[in-house]
């Protein structure tokens, strides 16, 4: 018997002992995926790590292996201080000299060595020995670990690959675009003229000489092309019906055709179903064109520009309470369609202003149905002195048909009511602020030119030039995050290397700068508070600079 069966006939032992369910080969290594992203050990308990000489201790998740190896378990190669990959197919293989050839972001900075297996990859976890029978550098913790423990994490590290991604083909990577059926039509018919575009472009390009991982070829056996110059299938997936349907239709899809990652996309209010199966299968979710996007602390693979109209309330919530409070205002009126996205935003503010000696009182408007004016609208007749009216372009414009301006303070949600060309008449925008959650206009030019310049030389009609660009923006970023990912195809690599190029990112596109940390999900952080320059057009000026609430 192998050590790792034998370690895991223990752990099984020891769980039946202790009188749980003996779970199969896949739940030892899902224990051991615990101990590997959380630090959290099989029996609850947190994982314990010493970096012998220097004798720091870690504890719980800053002693996971995650923290250095990555979620993709490829490491990271940043000059002398490398963290060398453990993924099966690099630990249970030898590691030969270091290749030349590869570029140098991912050559070998480490010392060859021979394959590991169960057993001399425990005494490397428990007491820093690598499979030589050498001691590693301190920087890798040592780990006083049981042997279910160790039976767990050695089961997660030999299920751990980066070739066995969803999606993946010798030739092609397959990726799928998902529309929801409440996104708009004519955003929708922008966005995908792009991305076809896109693809067809991306096919039709010669290839380029692949960069070769040190394990590629020579030590591994390689994959053929590097990830970047396989052929894009891109796969439209429709949704339809309520959004509780959307998993089951999303898994059905998935099951009938893998994908590597989703690439853009477009929803409105509901975007959680796209997002959950996500996280689920590990598919990087890369940039949808989303209003109220939605990441869990656990949450991994999702990337967004910005977090949308829930940014926009966060805007919206300090101008009030910095600016407005100063000038005795007190009561906030929200309005807002019931299930469009401003029922979330409208929460997302009425909890940041939260003792700040606001009232807020919050207007449901039925979901369809023509209004009027907001006196007919409303339930309740009484007035506040800021309204946050949290709607489309067709109801602004019927409100302001039928309606003398509102006496106080108006705020309107920037990205569902058109941007600078929402359309609200001279009288009501005296007193009107929009959120903003992009560069302003006469500020976006050379960031914006190189995307506008594309579309143009594609003949591609403009209709929604802020969806049209991020969606181009969407697909650079993932052609050039493809490029430093060697050979392996591993969507958790994806997100680890558009980290990591985001930073240097010179074209923008609609947004002033991009990052994201680990554990960051928007790229985009922040925004304006912007008003209209004069009585007509689509000129505006900032009222506040640049803001991160
Ligand atoms: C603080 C950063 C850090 C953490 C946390 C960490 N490691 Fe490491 N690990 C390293 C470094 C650095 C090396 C390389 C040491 C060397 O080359 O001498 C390494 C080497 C290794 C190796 C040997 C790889 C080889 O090719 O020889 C294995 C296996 C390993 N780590 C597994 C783990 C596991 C499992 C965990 C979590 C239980 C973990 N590491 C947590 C930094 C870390």
Redesign the pocket.
Known sequence: MRIGQRLAVIACALLAAAGRPVPNRSDIAQLGEA??LHGVLPGGAP?E?T?SRMGIH?HGAD???V???QRSGLGSHEGA?A????TSE??FHP?LPEAHDGPAAIANP??P?AA?NDET?AR??RSGI??EGRP??D???R?DLDDASIAA?VAY?RELASHRSPGVTEAALHFATIVTPDADPVARRGMLDVLERYVTQHNSAPLKPSPSSWAAGRQVGATGAGVANRHWQLHLWELSGAPETWRAQLERQFAAQPVFALLSGLGTAQWAPVQGFCEQHAVPCFFPNVEVPIAGEQDFYSVYFSEGVLLEAQLIARAIASGDADSGASTVRQVYRRGDSGEAAAAVLTTALQGRNFGVTNDALPAEGAIRSLNDALARGHSAEILVLWLRPHDLAALARHDAPPPGRLYLSGIMSGLENAPLPPSWRANAALSYPFELPQRRGVQLDYARGWLSFNHIPVVDLQVQADTYLACTLLSDALKLMADHASGAYLIEQLQGLLEHRSLTGYYPHLALATHQHFASKGGYIVRFDTPQGTSVVANSPWTVP
């Open positions: 101990i590997y994982l790590g970096q870690q002693a996971a292996c923290n250095c190896h201080s963290i060398p990959p453990v690099y630990l590691r480490h010392r060595r590991y990859l490397a976890i690598d499979s590693l550098n920087l890798m913790p780990f994490v590290l």
